[in-house]
């Protein structure tokens, strides 16, 4: 079974740029998470789906991230314009809930370098 | 903030047991202990989770005291491969997880 592939691995930008982070989740999970993680740190949580609902968005900065699935399969988070506080690794994890306590899957993150 | 408290880094010896404690002294009925490890450069990967229970798996084991207090995660027998990030982590069943620091493990040949 194939597990959760983000893409691309690695990204390098000037500030200012805008970005973009492409998740697709292991087949048939109805809910999706983007965390965001910075160095030395554990993940915290960006945005949480449920199908193509957005349930828990409080902690994306939305004046300048926005995520979007649509036909709840895959999904993209965007940084448009970028910071350099937004370096860090960008994972996203899938899971299907309903079945009882949730485990997550995550992959393998995208690291972001902002210059 | 993270309702768990874990120790920063801890050395194992490679054939060895590590065990990995954790206290959530504020934990509620309804919230389950989670573990996960992040290997470098990977994201985290599920262990183990318990709600009152002792559980065993074909990773590690969990031994959650009878007051819910604190819980250990045992390897039974640490690789090279074992050398990652451990995350103690509380929840409900349908909550997010939300990650503290984690306990560095080093497992030494």
């Known amino acids: 079974e194939a597990g959760v592939v983000q893409s691309p691995r690695y990204k390098i930008i000037e500030k200012k740029q805008p970005v973009a982070f492409w998740c697709n989740p292991i087949?048939?999970?109805?809910?999706l998470y983007w965390y965001l993680q910075n160095l030395g740190q554990g993940p915290e949580l960006l945005i949480r789906?449920?199908?193509?609902?957005?349930?828990?968005d409080s902690q994306l900065p939305k004046d300048r991230f926005s995520a979007e699935r649509l036909k709840g399969v895959d999904s993209t988070l965007k940084i448009q314009p970028a910071e350099l506080g937004d370096s860090a690794v960008y994972l996203c994890?899938?899971?299907?809930?309903?079945?009882?306590?949730?485990?997550?899957?995550f992959g393998p993150g995208t690291r972001l370098t902002v210059l | 903030d993270a309702k768990t408290t874990q120790p920063t880094s801890m050395d194992c010896a490679e054939g060895r047991a590590a065990n990995l404690p954790c206290n959530h002294s504020?934990?509620?009925?309804?919230?389950?202990v989670y573990w996960y490890r992040q290997i470098h450069s990977q994201g985290p990967q599920y262990i183990i989770h318990?709600?009152?229970n002792n559980e065993t798996n074909e990773m590690a084991s969990l031994i959650i005291t009878e007051d819910r207090k604190s819980s250990t995660l045992i390897l039974p027998h640490a690789t090279l491969r074992d050398t990652a990030v451990y995350y103690c982590?509380?929840?409900?069943?349908?909550?997010?997880?939300?990650f503290g620091a984690g306990t560095q493990v080093v497992v030494t040949p």
């Open positions: 318990g709600l009152k």
């Open positions: 504020t934990i509620s009925g309804n919230e389950y």
């Open positions: 994890a899938s899971s299907l809930e309903g079945t009882g306590p949730g485990e997550q899957f």
């Open positions: 982590i509380v929840r409900p069943s349908w909550g997010k997880l939300q």
């Open positions: 087949s048939g999970h109805n809910t």
């Open positions: 789906y449920e199908n193509e609902e957005a349930v828990d």
